[in-house]
């Protein structure tokens, strides 16, 4: 069973930074696209980032776009670099992982079969 486990979300305040990052507990980690979600009280889970397998194609939501930077390395770690924080993007953040392997980057929540448990970032103004 694979296993996601996020950290380094907390409170912030507006224009502040935060990283995240995504431990996977799969050999297999490289051979996984991988992507981040994050879904704001009484919304759904909407797409923030993606990334390819090899790492060399990435996807952003337009409203995190030129803020926010993912990326991964080769000790099963995911990352999402969050900067200029605003408000609005207080959310409960999710890493994925689609298995299909050698995956491209993809931004549909349906592509993605394992998901950690969520760890939460609040931005104050």
């Known amino acids: 069973q694979v296993q996601l486990v996020e950290s380094g979300g907390g409170p912030v305040q507006a224009g502040g930074s935060l990283r995240l990052s995504c431990a996977v507990s799969a050999d297999t980690f490289r051979t996984y696209a991988m992507g981040w979600f994050r879904q704001a009280p009484g919304k759904v889970r909407e797409f923030v980032a993606a990334?390819?397998?090899?790492?060399?194609?990435t996807y952003y939501a337009d409203s995190v776009k030129g803020r926010f930077t993912i990326s991964r390395d080769n000790a099963n770690t995911l990352y999402l670099q969050m900067n200029s924080l605003k408000p609005e993007d207080t959310a409960v953040y999710y890493c994925?992982?689609?298995?299909?392997?050698?995956?491209?980057?993809?931004?549909?929540?349906?592509?993605?079969?394992?998901w950690g448990q969520g760890t939460k970032v609040t931005v104050s103004s």
């Open positions: 994925a992982a689609d298995k299909s392997l050698y995956s491209q980057a993809t931004r549909r929540i349906t592509d993605y079969d394992y």
């Open positions: 990334i390819s397998w090899r790492g060399s194609s």
